[in-house]
């Protein structure tokens, strides 16, 4: 996103199997006050609902800023598989 020709924000998202993944944004704080990474989103969120995506997905974490866009949260796991002996580990 740019104001004045000056980037303010960005987000990059995967695109894969008609869902948009959101895997990484910024903005520039001193343009916070308008709110450039929620407008960003929303724009994103508003193409990929015309483009008839089936899901745009935050990816990982509960960050706070997550529940302004949802309600529910998909619970997330941690697997380790490792066979025995010393390189493994």
Do not use: Q
Request: hydrophobic share 35%.
């Amino acid at each position: 996103m740019r104001l004045n020709h000056v980037g303010i924000a960005y987000e990059l998202c995967f695109d894969f199997g008609n869902r948009l993944f959101s895997y990484n944004s910024n903005y520039d704080r001193a343009a916070a006050k308008l709110s450039p990474g929620t407008i960003l989103t929303a724009a994103i969120i508003e193409r990929a609902c015309g483009e008839k995506r089936s899901e745009y997905d935050f990816l990982r974490g509960n960050e706070a800023y997550k529940s302004y866009w949802c309600k529910n949260f998909r619970k997330e796991s941690r697997l380790l598989i490792f066979k025995p002996g010393f390189k493994s580990r």
